[in-house]
C-alpha cells in the first residue's frame, strides 16, 4: 500500500472516531440540558399549581391541555410518606386536543394543604422525541463525516502530490537508473525541505560512488584479462 493511501486512511479513521465521540457527547450534553430545563420548568408549574389550589383559586382537579395536563388526587398521608419527594419519568401520553399519544415528561409529588388534606399532583408536559433526534444526529454526524472527509483528502491529495513531487521524480530517475549506462541526468531537488534536499545530495552521491566504484572493477577486470 502506498504512503499516501494509509495517510489518507489513517486520516479518515482518526477523524471518523473523534467526530463519532463528538457526537455522543453532543448528544448527551443536550438531552442532559433539555431534561434540565423541562424539570425545572415542571417543578415551577406544579409549586403554582399548589398555591392556585392552597388559595381557592384552581377550580378544577384536572386538565387535559395540548401543552401540560395535570391532575390532584387525594390520598392517605401513609401513602404521601412512602412517595418521593418529586418523581420524574419519561413516558408517552395521549393528548386529546392532538388526538395522538406524544412523548411527555411527567412528574409526581405529594403535598398536603392548609386543612391537612394529603393530595397527589400529576403533571404531564410534551418534550422532545428521543428517538427522532438521535436519529437526526446520526444522519447529520454521517454527513459532516462524508464532506470533512472528501474535504481533507482533495485538499491533502493536492498538498501531498505538490510537495512530494520532487520525491516521485526522483524515483522514476532511479527506477530507469542502470549502473554503467548512458542515464539521463541526474534530477536537481526543486523543494525548500530540508529532507528532501538531504535525500538528493544522499543519492546522487551514492550514485556517483557507485559508478566510480564500477568503473574501477571494469578497468581491473581488463587489465586482469
Same mark, same amino acid.
Given at each position: 500500500?502506498?504512503?499516501?493511501? %494509509?495517510?489518507?486512511? $489513517?486520516? +479518515?479513521?482518526?477523524?471518523?472516531? =473523534? @467526530?463519532?465521540?463528538?457526537?455522543?457527547?453532543?448528544?448527551?450534553?443536550?438531552?442532559?440540558?433539555?431534561?434540565?430545563?423541562?424539570?425545572?420548568?415542571?417543578?415551577?408549574? +406544579?409549586?403554582?399549581? @399548589?398555591?392556585?389550589? /392552597?388559595?381557592?383559586?384552581?377550580?378544577? =382537579?384536572?386538565?387535559? $391541555?395540548?401543552?401540560?395536563?395535570?391532575?390532584?388526587? %387525594?390520598?392517605?398521608?401513609?401513602?404521601?410518606?412512602?412517595?418521593?419527594?418529586?418523581?420524574? *419519568?419519561?413516558? /408517552?401520553?395521549?393528548?386529546?386536543?392532538?388526538?395522538?399519544?406524544? !412523548?411527555? *415528561?411527567?412528574?409526581?409529588?405529594?403535598?398536603?394543604?392548609?386543612?391537612?388534606?394529603?393530595?397527589?399532583?400529576?403533571?404531564?408536559? !410534551?418534550?422532545?422525541?428521543?428517538?427522532?433526534?438521535?436519529?437526526?444526529?446520526?444522519?447529520?454526524?454521517?454527513?459532516?463525516?462524508? =464532506?470533512?472527509?472528501?474535504? =481533507?483528502?482533495?485538499?491533502?491529495?493536492?498538498?501531498?502530490k505538490k510537495t512530494l513531487k520532487p520525491l516521485y521524480t526522483l524515483l522514476n530517475w532511479h527506477r530507469k537508473y542502470?549502473? $554503467?549506462? /548512458?542515464?539521463?541526468?541526474? !534530477?536537481k531537488c526543486k523543494s525548500n525541505i530540508n529532507e528532501l534536499k538531504e535525500l538528493f545530495t544522499a543519492t546522487k552521491l551514492s550514485t556517483q560512488r557507485a559508478e566510480e566504484t564500477y568503473k574501477q572493477q %571494469?578497468?581491473?577486470? $581488463?587489465?586482469?584479462?
Open positions: 500500500m502506498k504512503s499516501l493511501y %494509509k495517510v489518507i486512511l $489513517g486520516a +479518515a479513521i482518526v477523524m471518523s472516531s =473523534v @467526530i463519532c465521540i463528538w457526537s455522543i457527547l453532543f448528544y448527551v450534553a443536550i438531552m442532559h440540558e433539555i431534561d434540565d430545563e423541562v424539570e425545572d420548568s415542571l417543578e415551577l408549574y +406544579a409549586f403554582q399549581l @399548589i398555591q392556585e389550589k /392552597n388559595e381557592g383559586k384552581l377550580d378544577s =382537579v384536572k386538565y387535559d $391541555g395540548s401543552n401540560n395536563s395535570f391532575f390532584f388526587e %387525594k390520598i392517605t398521608k401513609d401513602e404521601a410518606s412512602k412517595m418521593e419527594n418529586m418523581s420524574f *419519568k419519561d413516558t /408517552n401520553v395521549f393528548i386529546k386536543a392532538r388526538n395522538e399519544t406524544e !412523548p411527555c *415528561k411527567r412528574l409526581i409529588l405529594a403535598f398536603y394543604d392548609t386543612k391537612d388534606n394529603y393530595y397527589k399532583l400529576t403533571i404531564y408536559t !410534551p418534550t422532545v422525541e428521543k428517538a427522532e433526534l438521535k436519529g437526526r444526529i446520526l444522519f447529520l454526524v454521517c454527513l459532516i463525516v462524508i =464532506v470533512l472527509i472528501t474535504s =481533507v483528502i482533495t485538499i491533502y491529495l493536492s498538498v501531498y542502470q549502473l $554503467g549506462k /548512458n542515464n539521463q541526468e541526474f !534530477p %571494469k578497468l581491473f577486470l $581488463g587489465h586482469a584479462s
